[in-house]
Nanobody, 124 residues
Framework: QVQLVESGGGLVQAGGSLRLSCAASGGTFSNYAMGWFRQAPEKEREFVGSISWHGSRINYADSVKGRFTISRDNAKNTVYLQMNSLKPGDTAVYYC?????????????????WGQGTEVTVSS
């Protein structure tokens, strides 16, 4: 059983930056591809990006490409989401998730473990 805990969310003005962290415990972190998702009010959960077991393969949703960067530190059992040039449309609860299926998975149902989420609000 893997536990995931996100942190780093908050309120930021448009154009600003935030760095989200997701700390994992209870399993072998490097066995899991990791993904970031977000869910805005009254919207479905949306894929943001994913990173493979050792970080060699990273995928992003078109909506965040060029602005967001995913990285991981397997020694610290942590995955990060650096978010730059934030827009009001990025406002959502952000979740990290762990998958045994493989990297590049965009479907939430194929991720086995989820964090509780961290809220990001971007003001205009």
């Amino acid at each position: 059983q893997v536990q995931l805990v996100e942190s780093g969310g908050g309120l930021v003005q448009a154009g600003g930056s935030l760095r989200l962290s997701c700390a994992a415990s209870g399993g072998t972190f490097s066995n899991y591809a990791m993904g970031w998702f977000r869910q805005a009010p009254e919207k479905e959960r949306e894929f943001v990006g994913s990173i493979s077991w050792h970080g060699s393969r990273i995928n992003y949703a078109d909506s965040v490409k060029g602005r967001f960067t995913i990285s991981r530190d397997n020694a610290k059992n942590t995955v990060y989401l650096q978010m730059n040039s934030l827009k009001p449309g990025d406002t959502a609860v952000y979740y990290c998730a762990a998958s045994t299926v493989g990297p590049g998975i965009t479907v939430p149902g194929l991720y086995r473990y989820w964090g509780q989420g961290t809220e990001v609000t971007v003001s205009s």
